[in-house]
């Protein structure tokens, strides 16, 4: 199994680099996972307390879950991928099981701050953008599929999520194999991660 990181700060464009990549293989032939179904389990809390976590420090990320789950993909056998509802700022009682692939790619803000994990992959890439590039993607997102309002979105933002992005994101960016910027096109980029996906899942016929 091939396995890609791919990470970046919040907006930064990864999910939808991450989209257009896929979009040139069949359905099933790359596999998923997002660091964010891998928030902690905050079943314990309750609902105001759970609004007052820092989502964006490592902290709030069950990295070790998501780490045994890589290997045990690796090892080619299933896991029961945790499913987080960020209305409720928890997981939800279903898991969602997800079998081994060829190349799969991790796809999070966080992923390369941690040592072990990032031993896993066999590639990097960073997605990079500016600052208020990022800031008004982050509030469409919020906004339109998250439920949150204005004030609580900017709010976050000066509190958390740029301290936490200069903290721990960007300096992760130098464990990166490859730099994407999406602030402009980037096909040349794509078509690189897409011919090398391709070389990798013939060689494994």
């Not at 079943?43 to 990320?61: G, V």
């Not at 499913?83 to 799969?104: A, E, G, I, S």
């Not at 992959?121 to 949150?148: C, H, N, S, W, Y």
């Not at 309002?149 to 194999?177: C, G, N, W």
Request: proline residues 4%; glycine residues 6%; charged residues 25%.
């Amino acid at each position: 199994m091939l396995i890609i990181g791919v990470a970046g700060g919040t907006g930064s464009g990864k999910t939808t680099l991450v989209q257009k990549v896929m979009a040139n293989f069949p359905q099933g032939s790359i596999g998923l996972i997002a660091q964010d179904a891998y928030y902690n389990d905050n079943s314990a809390l309750s609902f105001e307390e759970r609004c007052t976590i820092n989502y964006d420090h490592p902290s709030a990320i069950d990295f070790e879950l998501l780490t045994s789950h890589l290997k045990t993909l690796k090892n080619g056998q299933g896991i029961a991928q945790p499913v987080y509802d960020f209305k409720t700022h928890n997981r939800v009682d279903q898991t969602q099981w997800t079998m081994p692939t060829k190349v799969l790619i991790v796809e999070g803000i966080l992923i390369f701050s941690q040592l072990e994990l990032r031993s896993i992959m066999d590639v990097k890439v960073f997605v990079e953008a500016p600052d208020d590039q990022r800031l008004i993607r982050r509030m469409g997102r919020d906004l339109t599929e998250r439920g949150r309002d204005l004030d609580e979105v900017l709010a976050r933002y000066q509190d958390t999520l740029k301290p936490m992005h200069d903290q721990f994101i960007a300096p992760s960016k130098k464990h990166a194999d490859l730099v994407i910027p999406t602030h402009r096109p980037n096909s040349r980029a794509i078509d690189l991660l897409t011919s090398f996906i391709a070389q990798e899942l013939n060689q494994s016929k």
